[in-house]
Structure formats: structure tokens, C-alpha cells
Nanobody, 120 residues
Framework: VQLQASGGGLVQAGGSLKLSCLAA????????MGWYRQAPGKQRELVAEITTGGSTNVADAVKGRFTISRDNAKNTVSLQMNSLKPEDTAVYYCYAEVMSSSISYFKSYWGQGTQVTVSS
């Protein structure tokens, strides 16, 4: 199982970006999916997560600006980021709780990280 994230880049403050993440491989089922971020010198923090049924949990720092969504049929999770601020600058990591075809429990998988840089 591999997670491939895309969509990062450089944007001016107030701009928008959309991150996408595809889970691929011998997947039997996916539970929660979401995004974390890590800024230089800081710990990795939760940005947003979403259940199979579509319930979401969004960090207070991005609430009202970021929207998480998923497509269960395509095994993808997306993060629409609007009204970006310089403090949103970080490497963004997607994750998914995946039950592959070879195991009978959910295991966490992480994407490679995508850089988001917001200039002031």
C-alpha cells in the first residue's frame, strides 16, 4: 500500500491550494483518512481528518478556511485550503488507516509529504 500526495506549492497569502492523496495497492478497506502538517522546528500536528462516513474533525487553526473531503470509490482524500496564511507554511502529510488484502487489521500508512509555502 502506498499513499501519493500532490498539489503543494508556493502561494501568496490569501490564496488557495488543493492537496490530493491517492491510496494505491492491495487495499481491502480504508477507515479514517486525513492530513497532518509539520512546520520547521515544530511537531507534526493534525490538520483535518475524515471518516468513511464523511464525519470530519478540523483543527481550530484552519477551521473555516480548510475543507477535507474524500472519494471512497477512488481511495482519495483531498484538502482544499483557502485564505492561506504564512503560518500555514509546512510540509503536509496525508495518512490513511488501511486494511490490505493480506492482513486482518487496520494499519496506518503515510504519504511522502508535500511542501506548502505561503508568502506574505
Amino acid at each position: 500500500v502506498q499513499l501519493q500526495a500532490s498539489g503543494g506549492g508556493l502561494v501568496q497569502a490569501g490564496g488557495s491550494l488543493k492537496l490530493s492523496c491517492l491510496a494505491a495497492g492491495r487495499i481491502f478497506s480504508i477507515d479514517d483518512m486525513g492530513w497532518y502538517r509539520q512546520a520547521p522546528g515544530k511537531q507534526r500536528e493534525l490538520v483535518a481528518e475524515i471518516t468513511t462516513g464523511g464525519s470530519t474533525n478540523v483543527a481550530d487553526a484552519v477551521k473555516g478556511r480548510f475543507t477535507i473531503s474524500r472519494d471512497n470509490a477512488k481511495n482519495t482524500v483531498s484538502l482544499q485550503m483557502n485564505s492561506l496564511k504564512p503560518e500555514d507554511t509546512a510540509v503536509y502529510y496525508c495518512y490513511a488507516e488501511v486494511m490490505s488484502s493480506s492482513i486482518s487489521y487496520f494499519k496506518s500508512y503515510w504519504g511522502q509529504g508535500t511542501q506548502v509555502t505561503v508568502s506574505s
